[in-house]
């Protein structure tokens, strides 16, 4: 037998084939275990020259290296180290045993300690995996137990931590995105796995609550999965576990609680676990999983996946109320884009007319009608102005209506509409400067909806800047990353109203005070827009001493340096 010149405390070896050698009483014989070449890895390096050689436990050093690619170590039992060979230096550098005896390396340190963090990391989990599972083989030992025993402890050891794992990585997939039909799809797989099932289905109940309809599947055949939604009142096992609480089926082919059981036997599916899906009591749909084997599951994998199952029952129901929120927004949008489509009209023809008795084509007007003809006018220019924002909010947020984003030079377009606006400026004799970069910035966008960003922004630094205050616009790359920032020297925003800042209609106590008029929706837009180019956008300010608002877009070419103009 050719094996490699390692040493290893156990009983087991590897050749240079990757079977397992097992010792017998110190002697080498042949044997092959995926179990333990799953949960050990690879070794490194054996201190054995030829086979026959009695091995005395404890007493010899091995390096082991994970399918993940994390080092591990193992020292004699009694905290000696016995033969640190070459190879082992080179890898890992100096090696010290512990002081207490338990037969780990507490110390490594190698000569490149980047290479040493991508070998070895004690937080890993697979690392930790390896730890519990050598300790529980020394406890064991050293407790006498037989070997089917710590074997035994071992399985369970490494069942539980799997478990753990699928639990810690379906509540962070839960978690952190609201798409369903990717979480689910996870979901099943991690779960098949977990319980070492043939498959894994996921099916939710329809609005009639009548029908359960496959929502993701794992490991089950497609002619499995077209026999079509199951029916509540005709599946007794489902009205079981939509009652509450997991259902056992042990031999599956024969259980007469089955819809289709034709097309279990067909499946090869003999057993079978059945999880409700709870949000707040009431079921919206079942978990299953699939095994081949007969009396495959009991109170132990039932308790685990009634555990998955509230998970992702509270994932479901996010992503649904997501959805209907964001159908409601629709709605409300469109709603929105077809009233002031039609208002338009009205207020246009209003308009006109009040300009034809203001010219004085109907009739003299005297000074009292005049100046209630110019407080009409005002007021449908206002009106005129909430249509025209509501049209832009509303357009944003209904795609069908708005632009596709396209390469917009954001250079030129931030010089011209400062440029426009520099009359206002003047008038309240305000020191307006801009910044632009002598590169060019690209970002993917629309030109008439940067404007509009720019104009609002802007705008309202001009408008809440007192008489000789000062306003700054900037055009900067910050990586990645196109960063324009209105700055000015005005009134500030309450600390209380900056949450509600971006939100529709909402108007901060001090900007109402200074001009009663407003739609509030100048910056909701800003933030619509924004979001809609992929960006983002923040604003800090004090009361009293000015504000900034700082806009993110992704770039698509890199500019240079500022320059002032």
Same mark, same amino acid.
């Given at each position: 037998?050719?094996?490699?010149r390692?040493n290893?405390?156990?009983?087991r070896?590897?050749?240079r084939?990757h079977n397992?050698?097992?010792?017998e009483?110190?002697q080498?014989?042949q044997?092959l ?5 799953? &949960? &050990? ?5 054996l201190?054995l ?7 005395l436990?404890?007493?010899v ?6 399918e993940?690619g ?9 905290g000696?180290? +016995?033969? +640190?060979?070459?190879?082992?230096r080179?890898?890992?550098?100096? +090696?010290?045993?512990d $002081? ?7 110390? !490594? ?11 070895h990391r004690?937080?890993?989990p697979s ?5 519990l599972?050598?300790?529980s083989?020394?406890i064991?030992?050293g407790?006498?137990r $037989? ?9 369970d050891?490494?069942?539980a931590?799997?478990?753990?794992e ?10 952190s995105t609201?798409?369903?039909e990717q979480v689910l799809?996870?979901?099943?797989? *991690?779960t098949a796995e977990?319980?070492?099932?043939k ?6 109940l329809?609005?009639s ?7 993701a599947?794992?490991g ?15 599946s007794?096992?489902?009205q ?6 997991p259902?056992?089926?042990l ?7 089955f819809q289709?059981p034709?097309? /279990?036997e067909r499946?090869?599916?003999?057993s079978?676990?059945?999880?409700p ?5 009431r079921?919206?749909?079942? /978990?299953?999983?699939?095994?081949a ?8 994998e ?5 555990t998955i199952?509230?998970?992702v029952a509270v994932a479901?129901?996010n992503?649904?109320?997501?959805r209907k929120?964001?159908?409601?927004d629709?709605a409300?949008s469109?709603f ?11 207020v246009?023809t209003?308009q ?9 084509y109907?009739?003299q007007?005297?000074?009292k009608?005049?100046e209630? /003809?110019e407080?009409a ?11 025209d924002?509501l049209l832009d909010?509303a357009?944003?947020?209904?795609e069908?209506i708005?632009?596709?984003p396209h390469p917009v030079l !954001?250079? $030129?377009?931030?010089?011209?509409v +400062?440029?426009?606006l520099r009359?206002v400026a003047?008038?309240?004799?305000q020191?307006l400067?801009?910044y632009?970069?002598?590169?060019? !910035?690209t970002?993917?966008?629309?030109e008439?909806?940067i404007? *509009?960003i720019?104009v609002?922004?802007v705008?309202n630094?001009l408008k809440y ?9 900037? !055009?900067?790359r ?14 500030g925003?309450?600390e209380?109203?900056l ?10 106590e001090?900007a ?6 407003g739609t ?6 800003v933030k619509?827009?924004v979001d809609r180019y992929?960006?983002?956008i923040s ?7 000015g504000?900034?608002?700082?806009v993110?877009?992704?770039l698509?070419s ?8």
């Amino acid at each position: 037998m050719d094996i490699e010149r390692y040493n290893f405390p156990e009983d087991r070896l590897y050749d240079r084939r990757h079977n397992w050698v097992r010792l017998e009483d110190g002697q080498v014989v042949q044997g092959l275990s995926d179990y333990a070449r799953q &949960a &050990a890895g690879r070794i490194l390096y054996l201190d054995l020259p030829v086979p026959g050689r009695r091995v005395l436990r404890g007493e010899v050093l091995a390096a082991l290296e994970a399918e993940r690619g994390i080092l591990r170590v193992w020292a004699a039992v009694s905290g000696t180290v +016995v033969g +640190v060979n070459e190879r082992l230096r080179e890898e890992t550098g100096l +090696v010290d045993a512990d $002081p207490y005896g338990e037969g780990w390396l507490v110390r !490594l340190q190698p000569s490149h300690p980047q290479e040493l963090r991508e070998l070895h990391r004690p937080d890993d989990p697979s690392f930790k995996e390896w730890f519990l599972l050598h300790l529980s083989e020394d406890i064991a030992r050293g407790l006498g137990r $037989p070997e089917r025993e710590l074997l035994s402890l071992r399985r369970d050891l490494e069942r539980a931590y799997h478990r753990l794992e699928t639990l810690y990585e379906i509540g962070r997939a839960t978690s952190s995105t609201l798409n369903l039909e990717q979480v689910l799809q996870m979901v099943t797989r *991690r779960t098949a796995e977990a319980l070492d099932a043939k498959g894994c289905s996921i099916r939710l109940l329809d609005e009639s609550g009548q029908v359960l309809r496959i929502a993701a599947a794992w490991g089950l055949s497609e002619q499995y999965l077209q026999k079509g939604p199951v029916e509540v009142r005709q599946s007794p096992i489902d009205q079981e576990a939509l009652q509450g609480k997991p259902v056992i089926v042990l031999e599956a082919p024969l259980d007469p609680r089955f819809q289709y059981p034709e097309e /279990i036997e067909r499946e090869g599916i003999c057993s079978v676990l059945c999880c409700p899906l709870l949000v707040r009591g009431r079921a919206i749909g079942v /978990i299953r999983v699939y095994s081949a084997a007969c009396y495959r599951y009991g109170q132990e994998e039932a308790d685990f996946l009634m555990t998955i199952a509230s998970e992702v029952a509270v994932a479901i129901a996010n992503a649904l109320a997501y959805r209907k929120l964001e159908e409601i927004d629709r709605a409300k949008s469109q709603f929105v884009l077809t009233v002031t489509h039609e208002l338009r009209a009205p207020v246009a023809t209003v308009q006109s007319l009040l300009r034809v008795i203001s010219g004085g084509y109907a009739g003299q007007v005297s000074s009292k009608q005049k100046e209630l /003809i110019e407080r009409a006018e005002r007021r449908i220019l206002f009106l005129q102005q909430l249509i025209d924002d509501l049209l832009d909010l509303a357009a944003g947020k209904t795609e069908h209506i708005a632009e596709a984003p396209h390469p917009v030079l !954001l250079n $030129p377009l931030v010089t011209r509409v +400062v440029g426009q606006l520099r009359p206002v400026a003047e008038e309240k004799a305000q020191d307006l400067r801009v910044y632009v970069p002598h590169q060019p !910035l690209t970002v993917l966008a629309v030109e008439d909806g940067i404007e *509009r960003i720019l104009v609002n922004l802007v705008g309202n630094a001009l408008k809440y800047t007192p008489s000789g205050g000062r306003i700054e616009v900037s !055009l900067e790359r910050h990586d990645a990353e196109a960063v324009l920032i209105v700055s000015d020297t005005g009134i500030g925003i309450p600390e209380e109203a900056l949450p509600h800042l971006f939100e529709e209609f909402f108007r901060a106590e001090n900007a109402r005070a200074i001009e009663r008029e407003g739609t509030g929706l100048g910056l909701s837009i800003v933030k619509s827009l924004v979001d809609r180019y992929g960006g983002r956008i923040s604003v800090t300010s004090r009361l009293g001493q000015g504000s900034t608002f700082t806009v993110y877009l992704p770039l698509l070419s890199r500019g240079g340096d500022d320059e002032m103009r």
